[in-house]
């Protein structure tokens, strides 16, 4: 009984030491704090709830002004009546919490029914896993844990949450820890794409445009069995593609894949796949983990004692056209994947302004200024939204300066009017000098363009909802920042001008009422299929 009535004291003086080294370490500095009078000339924040800088993410006004498609909103008030300055508060955040951006939206079709994905998914997982029991058994490997099926990953919650009007809602949180996600989590394997799949051993050196072997991306899977394309990166930021070559032979740039998706979600089209910067170890998380021997005959260590992979190619067979880590490490873009074929099939259809993908020829849009004419006969661009969405597409390459845009996919589900999926960006960015205005013809030669695509760029103009501040501050999130150079940035400001200088002059030249065209969300029928232009 003794023993352990002074056991029980030894406990109560532990305990006691350890509260007064709370109060002296943590609570007593935050008193003397409080208590220590305020710097000269410094104000303290009257936000409540709100750190240093200001970030607070405000409320949108309940309704818009409708004099002026981009007129600009006060900054919601403070919780005491009084305004947040405008310096401390988030453009980001300003603009989102515009009515151009938080009105309600509709409630759409979605593309997957959740227990087919479901059951679907679980049938692939327990393949996955009994290959890899299967491969690392005849190897004698020591079996590790096999992936688990979560229902909550970001992964399928973005998967389940695409519907007929964009890729993700405006507001899912799903997206946000996606980017997350793909940012940390572990890799399980590592492989080529199918198309380079495809091509392996079949390359044509021949072909000026050569097929996606060139580019050395890879799939990455991750332990939460989500999928993404990993594109290294091939140039530095501050690299020009050189002004004699052709956009058929350029870089493609993760960097571009990346500021894309931040464009397309500030612009709220919402129809890039979600990108992240990260940084690959690719000795561990591609070389290790792949069970793909070719992809592993690859790889090798350069003068530099760099690792270095190259493309299994004929054309692309040489060390000097390898990607290298330092020694180990590169970063590059993951894009994530989209719902498989199987589960959600997608029509691929040639852009009506497909370029001539050779040295010399030209293709009839480029010699025929009333090219849209003809266009506007053939189905599905006679009726629809499929001819708008085609000018939103064409804003968006504008923008980034995207001349590679051959083709464009659909989710069949979805039919002739719905979303077009804005993929294959890395050809963007690549020169910020130079503004392609032959990008821009869809939108030249038809003159028309959705109110809400107007609006929204009309915004975006303005001073304090700056495109290239707004650009700057989103793409401060991913790992790779700077992620676009300050001379790219600003190239956004300048395209933005000329794309409403276009529209400016279309309206001049034949009315307002035919150029600017109100897209209210209809009932839509539910199409069995994508139609294919005739």
């Not at 799949?197 to 079949?202: Q, R, T």
């Amino acid at each position: 009984m003794p023993g352990l009535r002074r056991d029980r004291l030894l406990l109560l003086l532990l305990l006691g030491l350890l509260l007064c080294a709370d109060l002296y370490f943590h609570l007593w500095p935050q008193v003397r704090r409080r208590l220590a009078p305020e710097p000269e000339g410094e104000t303290r924040c009257s936000c409540p709830g709100k750190g240093k800088g200001g970030g607070g993410e405000g409320t949108a006004s309940t309704a818009a002004s409708s004099s002026s498609p981009a007129a600009s909103q006060a900054p919601p008030p403070l919780p005491d009546g009084t305004e947040e300055p405008r310096h401390s508060r988030s453009k980001l955040r300003r603009l989102f919490a515009h009515p151009l951006y938080s009105g309600p939206q509709w409630p759409a079709e979605e593309l997957l029914s959740g227990q087919e994905a479901l059951r679907y998914y679980r049938r692939k997982v327990a393949r996955w896993n009994r290959r890899h029991k299967v491969y690392r058994e005849e190897r004698n490997l020591t079996l590790d844990s096999m992936i688990q099926l979560r229902q909550e990953a970001s992964w399928l919650q973005f998967h389940l949450g695409i519907n007929r009007q964009a890729l993700y809602p405006r507001d899912s949180p799903a997206i946000d820890q996606l980017l997350e996600d793909v940012k940390l989590l572990n890799t399980v394997s590592a492989d080529y794409s199918q198309d380079e799949k495809a091509l392996l051993g079949v390359c044509d050196c021949t072909q000026i445009v050569k097929p996606s072997g060139v580019h050395l991306k890879l799939v990455l899977r991750f332990q939460d069995f989500g999928k993404a394309m990993f594109k290294p990166m091939r140039q530095k930021r501050d690299e020009e593609t050189p002004e004699d070559f052709f956009y058929f032979v350029d870089f493609q740039r993760h960097n571009a894949e990346i500021a894309a998706f931040h464009l397309d979600r500030i612009l709220d089209f919402r129809r890039v796949p979600p990108v992240v910067g990260r940084v690959i170890n690719i000795t561990k998380e591609i070389l290790e983990i792949t069970k793909n021997e070719i992809l592993q005959s690859v790889f090798f260590i350069s003068p530099a004692s760099n690792v270095c992979f190259f493309a299994k190619c004929p054309y692309m067979c040489k060390t000097e056209y390898a990607v290298c880590g330092n020694p180990h490490l590169l970063e590059g873009s993951l894009s994530v994947f989209l719902p498989s074929l199987n589960l959600a099939p997608r029509l691929s259809i040639p852009n009506p302004w497909i370029r001539s993908y050779t040295f010399a020829g030209k293709e009839e849009w480029e010699v025929n200024p009333l090219y849209c004419n003809t266009v506007k006969e053939i189905y599905p661009y006679s009726s629809g939204n499929r001819l708008l969405n085609i000018i939103d597409m064409a804003i968006f390459d504008f923008l980034i300066g995207n001349m590679d845009r051959h083709h464009y996919e659909m989710f069949t589900k979805f039919g002739d009017d719905g979303f077009l999926l804005h993929l294959d960006n890395a050809r963007g960015f690549g020169r910020h000098s130079h503004d392609e205005i032959s990008i821009l013809a869809p939108l030249e030669q038809c003159c028309i363009i959705k109110k809400t695509t107007l609006l929204r760029l009309q915004l975006l103009a303005q001073p304090e909802y700056k495109l290239s501040d707004i650009m700057r501050e989103s793409l401060m999130r991913d790992r790779l920042t700077p992620v676009l150079t300050e001379p790219h940035l600003l190239a956004l400001d300048r395209r933005l001008h000329i794309i409403l200088k276009t529209v400016e002059k279309c309206i001049e030249a034949i009315g307002e009422d035919i150029v600017v065209v109100d897209t209210r969300p209809l009932e839509m029928p539910v199409f069995d299929r994508v139609t294919q232009p005739s």
